[in-house]
């Protein structure tokens, strides 16, 4: 059974730091490029960042130059780490395992940043 568990989030003033955590379960993660989604009330989900099995990163344009993912394939975990948050930063945050022919998704982490 494939899992995505993500935590870290919560409530942070603007400017601000957090660091998202997705621990995953179930697939053989190195394989998987992963990446973080997030989505606002009544906004689609939007890209936040990927990176590929072998580390390579890319950022979406709101949050290039504040935010960084990572990832370590030993612990099968995927990190977002978060600076300079902004109140437009705040959403529901999800993480996503792309595979060849399924997604795996986990159920997401609020983040709210109060102006």
């Known amino acids: 059974q494939v899992q995505l568990v993500e935590s870290g989030g919560g409530l942070v003033q603007a400017g601000g730091s957090l660091r998202l955590s997705c621990a995953a379960s179930?697939?053989?993660?190195?394989?998987?490029?992963m990446a973080w989604y997030r989505q606002a009330p009544g906004k689609q989900r939007d890209l936040v960042a990927s990176?590929?099995?072998?580390?390579?990163?890319s950022y979406g344009d709101s949050v290039n130059g504040r935010f960084t993912i990572s990832r370590d394939n030993a612990k099968n975990t995927v990190w977002l780490q978060m600076n300079s948050l902004k109140p437009e930063d705040t959403a529901v945050y999800s993480c996503?395992?792309?595979?060849?022919?399924?997604?795996?998704w986990g159920r997401g982490t609020q983040v709210t940043v109060s102006s």
């Open positions: 179930g697939i053989i993660f190195s394989y998987y490029p």
């Open positions: 996503k395992a792309t595979g060849y022919s399924t997604d795996y």
């Open positions: 990176i590929s099995s072998g580390g390579r990163t």
